[in-house]
């Protein structure tokens, strides 16, 4: 079996993979790996990183996006959101971004990935999933980067918070929210006090 065919037999659909991954099957790996992107075996995501598509009634899906960042970090800890996401809190915000935020402890910039863009920001800690509470002090720490009425959005934030679980908020605020997130909910979390 020719060393290109045993490569070939290793791959599996749906899968992500470094050029890194595959170099232990094939002693011309980048050879190797032009071929099965000019036959239409991989798909070639951005410098270094491949995917072979599995097939469905609509053609060939996409790489699953926990998947492809995971790939390019080389690291399960991080958190996908999106902006789109604060539509869920109900709070008048409507706007819809083409924008995917990536929280990691090893990259910074903004990178395309499978004709995706990703936006890669380094931070000390953020959970492990997405939750109202979490979600509320991100849109805060990150209101001046979106296109809505700040003050709309602020005032109803506020509104939004004392209908919160207000221990989980106090965590969240406290572990990731920045001076102005501080701030904002300080006079609600205050008020538990009272």
């Keep these: 079996m020719s060393t290109l065919n045993n490569l070939r037999k290793r791959l599996r659909r749906g899968r992500v993979y470094r050029r890194a991954d595959l170099e232990r099957w094939s ?3 980048d050879r190797h790996l032009g ?8 798909q070639k995501l951005s410098h ?12 060939l899906t996409p ?3 926990a998947s492809l960042v995971r790939c390019f970090l080389k690291d399960d800890d991080f958190l996908i959101t999106s902006p789109n996401a604060y539509n869920s809190l109900g709070l008048g915000t409507t706007q ?12 910074h910039g903004e990178y395309e990935l499978g004709g995706r863009k990703f936006f890669f920001h380094m931070k000390p800690k953020f959970p492990k999933k997405l ?6 002090v991100d849109l805060v720490n990150n209101l001046e ?24 908020l106090r965590r969240i605020v406290s572990a990731y929210g920045g001076a102005k997130a501080k701030n904002v909910f ?3 979390l205050e008020g538990q006090h009272a």
Excluded: C, I, W
């Design 48 to 59: 270094g990183l491949y995917h072979y598509p599995k097939e469905s009634v609509y053609g």
């Design 96 to 107: 819809l971004y083409n924008k995917r935020v990536v929280y990691n402890h090893k990259r």
């Design 27 to 29: 002693n011309s790996v």
């Design 35 to 42: 071929q099965l992107v000019d036959d239409g075996t991989l």
């Design 145 to 168: 980067t979106l296109a809505e009425d700040k003050e709309m959005v602020l005032s109803k934030a506020k509104e939004k918070a004392g209908k919160l679980d207000l221990a989980k």
């Design 63 to 65: 790489p699953d996006e």
């Design 131 to 136: 939750s109202p509470e979490f979600l509320l």
């Design 186 to 188: 300080s006079s609600v």
